[in-house]
């Protein structure tokens, strides 16, 4: 299985910022994904990175709203931007061996 | 319908009982089943894979019913630390992208 890191674990940002949330992966992997988990709720794909490629988003999820870079196989960041109450949520990235999928520590983020 | 479709719960048992959760799943095609464990504020981590002729590990059980396109989760003997949030995830049939229920809430109290 992967490991993976990923930071902040926790931010509180106030309505209009920026946050960007980075996973390292320990190997080389072929696709990463992000996923929103709001309270109560069950795991959203948001989108998926593609190295060397735009990442391809889910319905509802739009490139403004929530960039994401994947400079090479190990590394990506996704970026939760003009945040908004809403936007409150845990955010998990995500690996697959083909089959299974392993999940960074996730990071939980409160806005003002 | 929901592709992949859970009981949300919770189920609130006491330590040393049986519980089962069932998972129902709408693509036929689907080749990958996996129940994970998620606990409060934490990231989901695979329990098990689940494979047509079932498999065990130790107090869990897990089953596939390709025909009827539903998973099963069988605890014995629960713990407190069993409390979780448990998620039916199935994958393939033509996506590489996998789908997770909504997951089931087990309480277990002493």
């Known amino acids: 299985s992967a490991v993976?890191?990923?930071?902040?674990s926790r931010d509180i940002c106030q309505r209009g910022t920026s946050l960007t949330i980075q996973c390292q992966v320990d190997s080389q992997v072929t696709m990463m994904f992000w996923y929103r988990q709001q309270p109560g709720q069950s795991l959203t794909l948001i989108a998926t990175a593609n190295q060397g490629s735009e990442a391809t988003y889910e319905s509802g999820f739009v490139i403004d709203?929530?960039?994401?870079?994947?400079?090479?196989?190990?590394?990506?960041?996704?970026?939760?931007s003009n945040m908004s109450p809403e936007d409150s949520s845990i955010y998990l990235c995500?690996?697959?061996d083909g089959e299974k999928l392993f999940?960074?520590?996730?990071?939980?983020?409160?806005?003002? | 319908r929901k592709e992949v479709e859970q009981d949300p719960g919770p189920f609130n048992v006491p330590e040393g009982a049986t519980v089962a959760f069932n998972c129902t799943y709408s693509n036929s095609a689907s080749q990958s089943f996996f129940w994970y464990r998620q606990d409060c504020r934490k990231e989901p981590k695979l329990l098990m894979s689940v494979y047509s002729s079932g498999n065990e590990d130790g107090r869990?059980?897990?089953?596939?019913?390709?025909?009827?396109?539903?998973i099963s989760l069988l605890i014995r003997?629960?713990?407190?630390?069993?409390?979780?949030?448990y998620l039916c995830v199935v994958n393939g049939g033509g996506s590489y992208i996998p789908t997770f229920g909504r997951g089931t809430s087990l309480i277990v109290h002493p």
Do not use: E
């Open chain 1, 65 to 80: 709203k929530f960039p994401i870079s994947r400079p090479n196989l190990t590394f990506s960041t996704l970026t939760v």
């Open chain 1, 103 to 112: 999940f960074g520590s996730g990071t939980q983020l409160s806005v003002l």
């Open chain 1, 94 to 96: 995500s690996v697959t």
């Open chain 2, 60 to 70: 869990f059980t897990a089953q596939l019913n390709r025909a009827s396109q539903y």
């Open chain 1, 4 to 8: 993976i890191s990923q930071k902040p």
């Open chain 2, 77 to 85: 003997d629960s713990k407190l630390s069993d409390s979780a949030t």
